[in-house]
């Protein structure tokens, strides 16, 4: 029998390196310590059956190195076997004759640790390295899902982890301190830069919250609105606006959280001042949730502008106003002279082939008459569905006599389809004039000139081209040419809005406007618009002469009209070519106020009133009217010939009220009262 002393000689002390323990240990270095895998710390996977007798253990322990053994029962893992155990029962008194026969379970650890693959690293340290005493240097068992033995992982190989794991954090808290400092100091930095060009900024800036209160302001905006720093902090910047443009402010407030900043011009009061012009431009911040606005005090700026832009409407009438009226003179002539014929003309036949000759003059000059009061009205744009083919056409009978004057040989090109665009007619016009008036001044010294003005469409987009061969634009120079105030012109002739202006239109349009030019060999300026998509223009009622449409025979009564015009041969002709077509009876007034009287007591089919009239307007006529007489004002149509005001015009047609302009024909009179003259008589 062997004594305890010799079997503790025979069980090796302490757990020698091995050449496998040495490279583990070199592989782990290379690897970051959150990033190991449990699977590469093992570092032996040998195992006996829990129930191998311990002398065959201790041979077991003999032949290789390490201080513990996994016990497995059909090769499911069941406990961990330490030689330290081992060596304690078989090294007491009799301890070999007693305990070497029994089963290797005797010798387990009491509370082995055992883990499954796939356990976060961090989870074994933390459980392993909290043991005390002899625990703290067992062994840790991984296994598979199945509880099959992987290997054992020794305490060392966990401590070495640990200790990395904790240098790695370390460092990582050292780096993230530096940072921390860096960005500390890159935030200092930015927040002397910001400040700095807050407070020194020209223009005056406040941060709002997102009802429009001011939070945060530079001594620049207090400036601009004539107000103390204190009076300013907390005042919600929509109450300075000018009641008008209030709900435009209420709606960007309302859609604040838009990454796209937002221009606009608005009306201040200003303590002191009074209404001032601003230049207001806002940009959500998202990191703070506040509206940043800038404002810049335009009054002055805006004043000059319109003052520049009224002169160069001014220039542009001056250079058209021959051909006007030329081509005014040309229509007239025909009317005067055929009307001097038909006062001694006796033959049917004849006289109506004058008084088609007077017809067609006259809708030629009111042709052009209604593109000058296009081009006369307020630049407050009003958005149709329009051809930009037609647009031209009209454009071109303005510009005719302007270029026959030039000698310069013009030509359009103008494509079969519509080109329908969404604009207003009168400012695209203005766009070609100054176009045409700026290539005309281009071909001045060229010895064969010529001007041509193409229409088309590409990419989803109408364009509009003015090209000439003109003298170009020279190149240090090409970038400046859509700039306010610049030209190259004497002051006679133009005053440098014409292209800036052009450019201003066209951006209001959604649109963009480009320039292709060599010196010598003339320019090509290019307008592009969005094309109408899915829409058609509403084709116009064709004029057909009807015959006179009286009431049939025998009738008790025929319908009766009143007439309100302040023009004696308007008011005339409006009775004759009533009664001629509908065979009516007429009453006629000259302004508003008698026609009420007329209204309120008398019974009419239908009314047919002037719009500008002495005392009392035809517009507020009906406006009583439709008080007094609801259902008469539903029969109701207005003749004018300016309506005046886009404001007045919109109303009409938000009234539904008919609208016959002057000169108007037989036909189209008809045309709009044949409705009201038929079927039941008023009662």
Known sequence: METASAVIDQIPPDRPTSLEQEILARQLESVA?????????????????????????????????????????????TGLCSRWQLGRLLGSRYGFSLYSKGPAHLAQVDHPLVFEQGTPPRAVLAEALARHGEEFHEDVVLVDRDHRLVGLISAEALAHVQTRLVAEQVEKLRRQNLELIQANDTLRRTQGLWQGLFESHLLGVALLDPHGRVQVHNPRCAELLNLEPGQLAGLTIGTLVAERERPAVAELFARHESAVPVTRDLTLTVPGRGLRSFRFTAEWIAETGQICVCLDDVTEQRALEGRMKQREKQILFETLVAGIAHELNNKLTPVLGFAELLGGCTDPITRQSYTACIGKSVLEASAIIRQLLQLSRPENTCLQTVDLREVVKESLVMLKFQVRECGVEMSAKLPAEPILIRADAAQ???????????????????????????????????????????????????????????????????????????????????GAITVESEPG???????????????????????????????????????????????????????????????????????????????????????????????????????QLREIRPELAGRFVFVTGHAGERELEE????????????????????????????GPLAA
């Not at 109303?651 to 016959?660: D, F, G, S």
Request: glycine share 8%; charged share 25%; proline share 5%.
């Open 33 to 77: 310590a959150e990033e190991v895998e449990l699977d590469s710390l093992v570092y032996q996977r040998s195992s006996v059956p829990h129930d191998l007798p311990l002398e065959e253990v201790q041979r077991v322990f003999r032949d290789q190195a390490g201080d513990f053994l996994a016990l497995v029962r059909q090769d499911r893992v």
């Open 428 to 510: 695209i016009k203005q766009v070609i004039f100054n176009l045409a008036i700026n290539a005309l001044h281009a071909v001045e010294s060229v010895a064969a000139p010529r001007l041509e003005i193409e229409v088309g469409r590409g990419d989803g987009l109408g364009l509009l081209a003015v090209t000439d061969n003109g003298v170009g634009i020279a190149p240090e120079i090409a970038g400046r040419i859509f700039d306010p105030f610049f030209t190259t012109k004497s002051p006679d002739r133009g005053s440098g809005l014409g292209l800036s202006v052009c450019l201003g239109i066209v951006r209001q349009h959604d």
């Open 521 to 623: 060999r003339g320019a090509r300026f290019v307008a592009t618009f969005p094309l109408v998509a899915g829409r058609q223009m509403q084709p116009e009622r064709a004029v057909v002469e009807a015959l006179p449409v009286g009431r049939p025979a025998g009738s008790a009564r025929s319908w009766r009209v009143l007439v309100v015009e302040d023009e004696e041969g308007v008011r005339v002709l409006l009775r004759e070519l009533l009664v001629m077509r509908f065979n009516c009876h007429v009453d006629t007034v000259g302004n508003g106020a008698v026609a009420l009287d007329h209204a309120t007591t008398g019974q009419y089919d239908l009314i047919v009133s002037d719009i500008r009239m002495p005392e009392m307007s035809g517009t507020e006529f009906y406006r």
């Open 651 to 678: 109303q009409i047609a938000r009234w539904n009220v008919p609208l016959v302009k002057k000169p108007f024909s037989m036909a189209r009179l008809a045309d709009v009262c044949q409705p009201f003259l038929t």
